[in-house]
């Protein structure tokens, strides 16, 4: 090749940099986004990525022009700066989250979290980042509802949602200096009393209009006439519900902007081919260098920035936000994003901030007691205080009234209960009272136990802990047809459980302890006080429970398709779940250990978790059930100890088997044998093959796992409904998770990542546990050792915990 013709394509290939780079404008649910990578949008005019604060070496996630990489026009969680250049964004769980080395995520959408997994991300060539249902196509989010220091043209600015308790303000506040995204001083805002204004407030208490609308246009304070050629603002009044401005700009122009400074200067942008110019508008007569007169003040209550304290906890549910920041930091943050309805800092050996973006009377209903505090953001309205004096008016004479039908019946009851505590004929005692009358002294020993579980629960309530509503003996008889063999579903390790309506329609499961039965009134107690502190989709619901005489009885939501074993192992059922659904029950079983594990409120461990406690709604939703050998976990510890070993063979761990060692790790392992058994339609027991030799589940998945020939264990039913690669990579999962070691199982946390994102490597798994043939003696011998751990359940338990 002659050397002219070099020099040729090189100068030709200089003018189109980019051909030789695969340029994107969309962040699917395979990709991540680090460090020197970006996306840029299809016109080329904007691009997203990580730049740095070069005053302090902070990293930020941002928006830049492409023409200037300098001119950032938006911040993502500008309060917390990443740590350094290990940032990296991607789609976890239909959301965009923000990580760096410390492990720190943060959800960019947290004002509206994604409900669909399938979701993308794409930078328009307005600037706005989109988050979008990929299947549908419906926005999500989108950056444009959170701006930050820039206005650009078809964004909003103004309120939103003012009939509602979810109000929406999107506003500018100017960086704290010209380097540093951090929130300054200066906020740009509709005027919060006459809408059709703009003001700017600064953070000394004072503030002015800056523009008003004149019936056809904006008119700013520092407008000349050609000014109004440049833009076209618009604004927007739809049945008081909300206000908003937004703009346009002249043709004449690429791109207009306006930016609230940290100078407190209303900045002006213009590009043209490229170029860019600016005006600088002081807003204030005697400015000098900062806005110094007394013209401007501090960013207004709009959202309510001062917090009300009441005592109890956050509801475990999608709406919650979990970050490891401080306590100040955590206030900041919720006051920053007017989505942000309460927040709670949790001090411990690790800060922990939780956000809920849900409503507040939402709040209030399914918040938990407990002595912790939740600080809620208070009513940014300004008639605030005449709809507290109204309802006083109204409250003060109904308290009055309540006061003394309370001071009546009180004195009724005291009449008709007789004298030393006996009660009169015909008069029913209230639940709690009957709990303390059990335990006489010509009482059975379960009386005793009984009425021990009252004081506990008692002393619960007096601690301000979850309350559990209870039924009478009459009520659940008359739910269950006193307990009619055509309302029973099944017997479990607790007792029989049976079908029943309440009164008012609503179908419930009575499960009702046994005499025989396995479980006793240490599990009946445990069950109660784990499950009525959780709320997750895939764990089922307590409804309440029943103490009376010698009935221990705990209420539950009735789940219309029973439970997944009964379609599993059923040869007729199982063709009703294809892979589609049972990919859908193995992701919710994982949700709700993943729940139980990190995200509650307290640290649990399942220990009997198997396909008979996964119970299935009327849309084939997996449920996690029966806590009645569930643990709790203080935040420092990793493991615990019982000789007790109590659960299902061929589902225990064989640390916890043989040792009677538990720990997550436990849980992950009956996990992986039940996403095998899902798989495969096959029990985790020891069956022959033609070599006269017996293996179970495991080590069939493992031998053909290492042939190459995993697609022999699917369940023959799903050959037409999953591709081989999806079969391959879910029982290499399943084997992950029941390795013999604990500390090679993946945690419940990686185990949702590797379900949710196709795109992650899996590692290779070692030799499952109990995998290696036997003879049909050993076999004989195994059986033995399940009766033997169905025995050792009654024995008494002494538990170890091992902190870090």
Not at 55 to 78: F, Q, T
Not at 218 to 239: D, G, H
Not at 297 to 317: A, I, R
Not at 418 to 424: A, D, E, I, N, Q
Request: one cysteine or more.
């Amino acid at each position: 090749m002659s050397l002219p013709l070099i020099i040729c394509l090189i100068s030709f290939s200089s003018l189109f940099p980019f051909t030789c780079h695969a340029v994107t404008d969309t962040l699917t649910a395979s990709d991540t986004l680090s460090d020197n990578q970006t996306l840029v949008s299809a016109g080329g005019v904007f691009e997203l990525g990580f730049f740095v604060d070069s005053s302090s070496g902070n990293n930020y996630l941002g928006i830049w022009l492409r023409a200037d990489a300098k001119r950032v026009v938006w911040v993502a969680y500008r309060e917390i700066p990443l740590l350094d250049s290990s940032g990296v964004l991607q789609i976890r769980s239909g959301n965009l989250v923000v990580s760096d080395r410390r492990q720190l995520q943060l959800i960019v959408n947290s004002g509206n979290v994604a409900t669909t997994t399938n979701t993308s991300a794409t930078l328009l060539d307005t600037g706005n980042l989109v988050l979008k249902d990929a299947n549908t196509g419906t926005i999500i989010w989108q950056g444009f509802d959170v701006p930050t220091d820039t206005y650009l043209p078809g964004m909003k600015i103004g309120l939103f949602g003012l009939n509602t308790t979810q109000q929406t303000f999107q506003i500018l506040t100017s960086w704290a200096s010209p380097q540093n995204p951090n929130r300054g001083l200066f906020t740009f805002s509709i005027d919060r009393i006459d809408f059709t204004k703009i003001d700017v407030w600064r953070g000394d208490g004072l503030q002015m209009h800056i523009a008003f609308w004149d019936g056809h246009d904006l008119r700013f304070i520092f407008e000349n006439t050609t000014a109004n050629n440049e833009y076209n603002f618009s604004y927007k009044s739809i049945n008081g519900s909300e206000a908003y401005y937004t703009f346009t700009h002249s043709k004449k122009y690429d791109l207009m902007w306006f930016v609230m400074a940290s100078t407190g200067n209303l900045d002006q942008y213009y590009m043209v081919n490229g170029n860019i110019t600016s005006v600088n508008h002081p807003l204030c007569a005697d400015s000098s260098g900062g806005n110094s007169g007394k013209c401007l003040t501090s960013l207004p209550p709009m959202c309510g920035d001062t917090f009300n304290e009441k005592n109890g906890s956050l509801p475990s549910m999608v709406d919650v936000e979990s970050i490891d920041i401080g306590a100040s930091d955590c206030e900041t943050l919720c006051k920053s994003n007017c989505s942000c309805t309460a927040f709670v800092s949790v001090e411990s050996a690790q800060s922990v901030c939780q956000l809920y973006y849900g409503s507040q009377p939402e709040l209030m209903k399914t918040m938990g007691k407990g002595p912790g505090t939740i600080n809620f953001r208070s009513s940014a309205n300004t008639s605030d205080g005449k709809k507290w004096k109204r309802w006083l008016t109204i409250a003060l004479p109904l308290v009055s009234l309540l006061a003394l039908i309370s001071i009546f019946l009180f004195c009724y009851l005291r009449w008709t209960r007789g004298p030393k505590g006996t009660r009169r004929e015909g008069i029913v005692v209230s639940d709690e009272v009957r709990l303390f009358q059990i335990g006489s002294t010509n009482a059975s020993p379960i009386q005793y136990d009984l009425a021990r579980v009252a004081n506990m629960m008692e002393l619960s309530r007096s601690q301000k802990d979850q309350e559990l509503p209870f039924f009478t003996f009459s009520a659940i008889q008359a739910a269950t047809n006193d307990f009619a063999k055509a309302n029973k579903l099944g017997e479990g390790g607790f007792g029989p459980v049976y079908k029943g309506k309440l009164l008012e329609g609503q179908d419930i499961a009575v499960k009702r302890l046994s005499e025989l039965s396995k479980q006793g009134l240490e599990e009946f107690k445990n069950e109660v006080l784990v499950i009525c502190k959780l709320q997750h989709r895939n764990l089922v619901r307590i409804l309440g429970c029943c103490i009376e005489g010698e009935e221990s009885i705990l209420v539950y939501e009735y789940m219309s398709n029973k439970s997944l074993d009964s379609f599993i192992f059923d040869s007729s059922k199982r063709v009703l779940l294809d892979w589609k659904k049972r990919m859908n029950i193995i992701e919710g079983i994982s949700q709700g250990l993943l729940y139980l594990h990190k995200y509650s409120r307290l640290r649990i461990i399942h220990r009997d978790l198997k396909t008979s406690n996964i119970l299935l709604d009327s849309d084939m939703n997996p449920k996690i059930s029966d806590f009645g050998m569930a643990r709790i976990f203080g935040d420092n510890d990793t493991r615990g100890k019982t000789n007790r070993v109590v659960g299902t063979f061929g589902y225990m761990s064989p640390e916890y088997a043989m040792g009677g060692l538990f720990s997550e790790k436990s849980d992950v392992f009956s996990f992986g044998v039940i996403l095998l058994e899902i798989i495969s339609g096959k029990k985790n027991i020891p069956f022959f093959e033609s070599d006269q030799a017996s293996i179970n589940l495991l080590g069939n998945a493992w031998n053909l796992w290492n042939e190459g020939k995993s697609m022999e264990l699917l369940d023959s039913t799903l050959l037409a409904s999953c591709s081989s690669n999806d079969v391959v990579r879910c029982i290499q999962m399943g084997l992950l998770c029941v390795q013999e070691r604990a500390t090679d199982r993946p945690n419940m946390s990686d185990v949702a990542s590797m379900l949710s994102n196709q795109s992650i490597p899996l590692p290779l798994p070692k030799e499952p546990a109990f995998w290696s043939q036997l003879s049909s003696t050993e076999a004989d011998s195994s059986s033995s050792r399940q009766r033997h751990y169905s025995t050792i359940e009654s024995t008494l338990t002494i538990s170890e915990v091992h902190a870090r």
